[in-house]
């Protein structure tokens, strides 16, 4: 007996395909359009880019970011930072022999109670003591944890992305060692106000 075959649907046929943009404090740029049969399957889904396609920056290409779809505005999906990191070959042509990296992480609420994780990556011209990496460190922790305390979550991921608080810690912490490069190499977001008022009810 010959089976019945059956009918295969087309699944992509029933789906439409959602812009994805990024938050305000990224200039609203289309990231590209991800496809649902229902918009409501788009929350909550981490869509990720490089700098590089919301500045059109060539030099900004090595660093990774990830945004966070929160809700739908018709058929255009609004979304959260929710994340960077350095492209593991750019972290990877930073390190050099004969030269200390100091790394760091700190966990910070910003001033409108977002909470994020932040890895602080320093890079010396050549190998320095111990005394001066708790140093370096120090300055890593007090410029970060200040920068959150005054700055609201969209201007603290728009200056840890784009390098202001890097370049602030760079100036404060070459007194202590000369240092080659100071970055921000990683964040992610941990908490947002609406779960604390979620968790709290």
């Known amino acids: 007996m010959s089976k019945r075959r059956k009918r295969v649907r087309d699944k992509w046929r029933n789906k439409d395909w959602y812009p994805v943009m990024t938050p305000s404090y990224f200039g609203n740029v289309q ?5 649902a049969d229902n918009p409501k399957k788009i929350i909550g889904r981490v869509v990720d880019a ?3 396609d919301i500045t059109n920056d060539f ?6 970011m990830y945004f ?5 505005d018709g058929k255009t999906a609004k979304t ?5 990191e350095y492209s593991r070959d750019y972290l990877r042509s930073l390190v050099r022999r004969r030269t200390t990296r100091v790394d760091t992480v700190i966990n910070v609420t910003t001033k409108d109670s977002y909470g994020l994780r932040v890895a602080v990556s320093a890079f010396t011209l050549n190998r320095v003591k111990t005394s001066q990496e708790i140093a370096i460190r120090s300055v890593m ?3 970060v944890g200040e920068k959150a305390t005054v700055l609201t979550f969209d201007q603290f991921a728009q200056e840890m992305v784009l390098g202001k608080i890097a370049s602030d810690i760079y100036n ?3 007194k202590m060692a000369p240092l080659r490069h100071v970055g921000i190499r990683k964040s992610k977001l941990t908490l947002q ?3 604390m008022v979620a968790t709290a009810a």
């Open 68 to 72: 966070q779809v929160t809700e739908m």
């Open 193 to 195: 106000p609406t779960e």
């Open 31 to 35: 990231l590209g359009a991800v496809p």
């Open 50 to 52: 490089t700098l590089y």
């Open 80 to 84: 959260v930072f929710k994340g960077h």
């Open 59 to 64: 030099a900004h290409q090595y660093l990774k």
């Open 141 to 143: 922790s007090r410029i």
């Open 172 to 174: 404060e912490a070459k």
